[in-house]
């Protein structure tokens, strides 16, 4: 019963902006780590983002540190992902993720870590 639905993707310009949305229910968001993944074509999921169940620590891919800013909001039990600066290789399938562990205190960058999946918004950045 466990739902999460991402929204928010689009076909934009390098440089632009983009602001993704996670809307959960069945499942407290605020309860377990939350994180942000993607998938281009032909590779395999990849980490983008996390956040401890409390929000106190987060934790970034390299190569979207300072482009890209994790944020939720409990009142509404949704996640955010604000992306800045796009570049053409951050082209992919966004999903949004609930965290396997009750209350994990540690953003986890690892799949096997998170145990409900969105079903993916596309993001496409031209040059």
């Known amino acids: 019963q466990v739902q999460l639905v991402e929204s928010g993707g689009g076909l934009v310009e390098a440089g632009a902006s983009l602001g993704l949305t996670c809307a959960a229910s069945?499942?407290?968001?605020?309860?377990?780590?939350v994180g942000w993944f993607r998938q281009a074509p032909g590779k395999e999921r990849e980490f983008v983002a996390a956040m401890s169940w409390n929000g106190l620590s987060t934790l970034y891919r390299d190569s979207v540190k300072d482009r890209f800013t994790i944020a939720k909001d409990d009142y509404k039990n949704r996640l955010f992902l604000q992306m800045n600066s796009l570049k053409p290789e951050d082209t992919a399938v966004y999903y949004c993720a609930s965290g396997r562990v009750f209350r994990g205190a540690t953003p986890s960058s690892q799949i096997d870590e998170y145990d409900y999946w969105g079903q993916g918004t596309q993001v496409t950045v031209s040059s």
């Open positions: 069945g499942r407290t968001l605020s309860q377990y780590g």
